[in-house]
């Protein structure tokens, strides 16, 4: 049967050959009811620029973190030099809480200033601050130079480099997230949880070398600032790069800028992006549900990159040497499966990963850091199996977390639902453990600590919605009735099956008016971008059915 006779409505090009009456027809696509399929935009993003992006903000986190990694790995000479005294490790693990304090100021400032101006220009400027500040902790005077005055100027530092922090992860997730195409957001957004365990390997190795090439006393003396001087040419190199940068397409979309205008049709205006009061009013619900999810990426990440060298060397008695060799090791293991992992996201969905990895460590905490107090080998075996097991968050959080907002306040809500749900449980989770530890008498306590916020973490996830193949384009909210998804995708599975959270409570009837009402916005530009044949494919007519109609 030829195409005309099966779709008589299309009728060929006189330029195109009739197919021959040898070849089956292709099969009308499955018309959705309560989403509708993704329409490329009129103007691609080039391969090259995702690529470009990609590396750019990877390099450019792997700096950050790359700060944050060293401070983690030379707690005991900060001790020694700013807070000696019976309580100084306590005050040391307090002094990098402390940074995580600022980081919702941080987001507060940075999240709005990138909804109105753009991901790029404050990528540009957190890294400046952020690598500043650690240089600058690198070349302070020591508690017996200055007195009181050595501990306050750190502090100083450290809340500068919080400050900045709480625009940088927000807008570097947000800026990777918009940029990745919508089939792989999960395995090009993995690469920035790559470049943050980049940098936290960066700093162990860097520390490491020391250890090994300088005797303690030269250590002590100046080798431990080194690590700290070497941020100014990191962050000067991740500040070129962020500068050569484009913006989004997708924030450049919804703005209307000249560089887009072929992508939007002329019905589609430019939005405002929402007051802060706006923000928590009409995104109360995915703040909270993200509040939890943040919870558990935070206190096991903070507990196994910041605080395990303290606890191995203190806790378990290993030398710093061996301590920091098992840290290394286990993010370098890490970061050879992040990629794997974001795909393997994109291809079966957000939500399966993160209900893995919280119900893999919940029931392996407790064993794993039984393995760990035993000997060098097994305490491997134990970091990595619990590092292996976290990957499935860790790797997602990029396309998961932006994806619960839409593009007008996708900055604003992921920096400042991230910022303060980091600054209570993530900076905390080192003081917390060696706090635990002390009180209870059990050195297992960080186990207990990581499976309370791993449940939380469950929890929340129930009321995740999978948007694994849901457009982040326009005003609507990813992989919520009506929006956007690519055919295929766990985000259509999702919706078709009724499995969102907010459909578990609807009646089938609701449920079609409201894709009928988001489809009917997308075809006018009322509800974002506007969309020829209300986001039909532009090679199957029948995808611009109704929304309502049964499925074929």
Not at 50 to 57: D, E, F, G, L
Not at 76 to 88: C, D, K, L, M, R
Not at 178 to 205: C, I, M, N, Q, V
Not at 535 to 549: C, F, L, N, Q, S
């Amino acid at each position: 049967m030829s195409e005309t006779e099966s779709h008589p409505s299309v009728v060929p090009s006189p330029a195109s050959p009739r197919r021959s009456s040898r070849q089956s027809p292709r099969p009308p696509r499955r018309r959705n009811r309560f989403s509708r399929p993704v329409r490329a935009a009129r103007k691609a993003t080039p391969p090259a620029a995702i690529r470009k992006a990609t590396a750019a903000s990877a390099l450019g986190n792997a700096t950050e973190w790359y700060d944050y990694g060293v401070y983690a790995v030379a707690t005991a000479y900060i001790t020694q030099h700013f807070f000696p005294g019976e309580q100084g490790m306590l005050l040391t693990l307090a002094t990098f809480a402390i940074s995580f304090l600022v980081r919702p100021l941080g987001g507060l400032v940075w999240g709005p200033l990138g909804d109105r101006l753009g991901r790029k220009t404050i990528l540009a400027m957190t890294i400046l601050m952020m690598s500043g500040a650690t240089f600058l902790i690198g070349v302070l005077p020591s508690f017996d130079q200055v007195g009181v005055w050595a501990p306050v100027l750190l502090i100083v530092l450290r809340m500068i480099q919080g400050f900045s922090t709480g625009g940088e992860y927000g807008g570097a997730a947000t800026y990777m997230s918009e940029y990745a195409p919508d089939r792989k957001r999960g395995f090009f957004g993995s690469f920035l949880e790559f470049g943050t365990l980049g940098g936290f390997a960066l700093g162990t190795a860097v520390m490491l070398l020391l250890e090994l090439l300088l005797s303690p006393e030269q250590m002590s003396a100046w080798g431990w600032r080194l690590p700290f001087l070497l941020a100014a040419p990191m962050g000067l190199i991740g500040f070129y790069l962020r500068s050569k940068l484009d913006d989004t397409p997708v924030f450049e979309e919804m703005n209307g800028s000249d560089e887009t205008a072929a992508v939007l049709e002329p019905t589609a205006e430019a939005v405002e992006p929402p007051s802060l009061v706006q923000v928590f009013r009409d995104h109360w619900k995915p703040m909270l549900v993200m509040t939890g999810l943040v919870i558990s990426v935070n206190v096991v990440n903070y507990t196994l990159l910041s605080y395990m060298p303290t606890y191995l060397e203190q806790q378990i008695g290993l030398p710093a040497a061996a301590g920091l060799s098992i840290i290394l090791i286990g993010e370098l293991a890490m970061m050879a499966l992040m990629p794997w992992a974001g795909g393997l996201s994109d291809r079966h969905g957000r939500k399966p990963s993160w209900f893995f990895s919280l119900g893999g460590l919940i029931l392996l905490a407790i064993p794993m850091f039984m393995l760990m107090g035993m000997n060098f080998g097994l305490a491997i075996l134990g970091f990595a199996v619990l590092g292996l097991l976290y990957i499935p968050q860790l790797s997602t959080i990029t396309a998961t977390f932006p994806a619960m907002f839409p593009t007008q306040a996708r900055f604003s809500g992921f920096a400042i639902t991230y910022n303060i749900a980091t600054s209570i449980f993530g900076g905390t989770a080192a003081l917390v453990n060696e706090w635990g530890i002390g009180v209870t008498g059990d050195v297992r306590f960080p186990a207990y600590y990581m499976m309370g916020a791993c449940a939380v973490g469950l929890v929340c996830a129930w009321f995740m919605r999978e948007t694994a193949g849901a457009s982040l384009r326009g005003t609507e909210v990813p992989g919520s009735i009506g929006s956007a998804v690519v055919p295929g995708s766990p985000a259509e599975t999702a919706l078709e099956q009724g499995r969102q959270p907010e459909q578990r409570s609807m009646e089938e009837a609701e449920m079609l008016a409201l894709a009928d009402h988001a489809r009917e916005a997308a075809a006018t530009g009322a509800g974002g971008v506007a969309m020829d044949g209300a986001g039909a494919d532009a090679e199957d007519p029948d995808d611009g059915a109704r929304v309502g109609a049964p499925v074929a």
